[in-house]
């Protein structure tokens, strides 16, 4: 009896062959949800689910002057979708290249890397504005942070199974010792 493989099996298949990009992936995929969701509030006054009052006030930190790129009108949270889908689409080229029966091109791991250090940059920053600044903490905010930094420790990993074991030079060739020899007279 020959069994068929549904293209659901074949994309947990591959999932299951490169599972911390599909981790990446499933991150890019939440920071993308959780900064539209943002974005929306923002614009439309959705209501903001999350604390107001106490430390953990997500509308004290989305209202201020870091909830915004600086010198602009442009909500902080465009930049994250930006973030997470570069992040996400780099994590699905390995994907596609697994597919095709390819290894992952080689700068991959590498980009990956140091767009999660953008990344890391980024947060730093704001959460150096929450914590310092603003003295209040965005519970949505903090889940965004734990997402990149999620997605930096996994990219550094990636990129330090990638890359080879220095080679070790070939250890000189031992000259025999000189022997002695009895002088004759």
Request: glycine share 8%.
């Amino acid at each position: 009896m020959e069994t068929s493989t549904g293209p659901w099996q074949r994309v947990w298949g591959i999932a299951r062959a490169v599972p911390l990009q599909s981790v990446i992936i499933l991150s890019a995929v939440i920071g993308v949800g959780i900064s539209l969701y943002l974005t929306e509030v923002h614009y439309q006054a959705v209501p903001l689910i999350c604390s107001t009052s106490g430390y953990v006030d997500c509308a004290s930190v989305l209202k201020s002057r870091f909830g915004v790129v600086p010198g602009t009108a442009i909500p902080i949270t465009f930049p994250g979708i930006l973030w997470f889908l570069v992040s996400g689409g780099l994590a699905l080229t390995d994907l596609v290249a697994r597919t095709r029966n390819q290894a992952a091109p080689t700068w991959l791991y590498r980009a990956q890397a140091a767009w999660g250090a953008v990344g890391i940059l980024s947060i730093l920053y704001l959460i150096y504005a929450e914590i310092v600044v603003l003295h209040h903490l965005c519970a949505w905010c903090t889940g965004v942070h734990v997402l990149v930094v999620l997605t930096f420790m996994l990219a550094l990993y990636q990129m330090q199974d990638d890359v080879p074991a220095p080679v070790k030079p070939a250890p000189a060739a031992r000259r025999p010792a000189p022997r002695a020899t009895a002088r004759r007279r």
